[in-house]
């Protein structure tokens, strides 16, 4: 069972060992799960949450590399947003 985050570090490294695959830290999962999160544009609060960060400073600090693109994501959203806006209005 993978009650416990020995065992479920444990299960994870036999796993690793098992299918021949480049050692990857446990820890860089964590990383990769926010990364990923960030650049599908998720808010950082959310996945501060799913982190279990208690301040988003830490997160916005680790990633900020990360949270960039979503800003752009965003920018563009907005503009398509606000100009179907204005079109429909006309």
């Known amino acids: 069972m ?3 985050p ?3 570090k444990r299960t994870y490294k036999r ?3 098992s ?4 050692k990857i830290r446990f820890h860089d999962i964590r990383h990769t799960h926010a990364t990923l999160l960030l650049i599908q544009g ?3 609060k959310v996945v501060c949450q799913r ?3 208690a301040a988003i400073r830490l997160a916005q600090y680790s990633y900020s590399f ?3 693109v979503p800003k752009a994501k965003t920018a563009r959203l907005f503009t398509r947003a606000a100009y179907s806006s ?3 209005l006309v």
């Open 2 to 4: 993978l009650g416990s």
């Open 6 to 8: 020995w065992n479920l």
């Open 15 to 17: 796993v690793i060992k």
């Open 19 to 22: 299918v021949d695959i480049p």
């Open 42 to 44: 998720v808010n950082p």
């Open 51 to 53: 982190l279990g960060y």
């Open 66 to 68: 990360q949270i960039r």
């Open 86 to 88: 204005c079109v429909a």
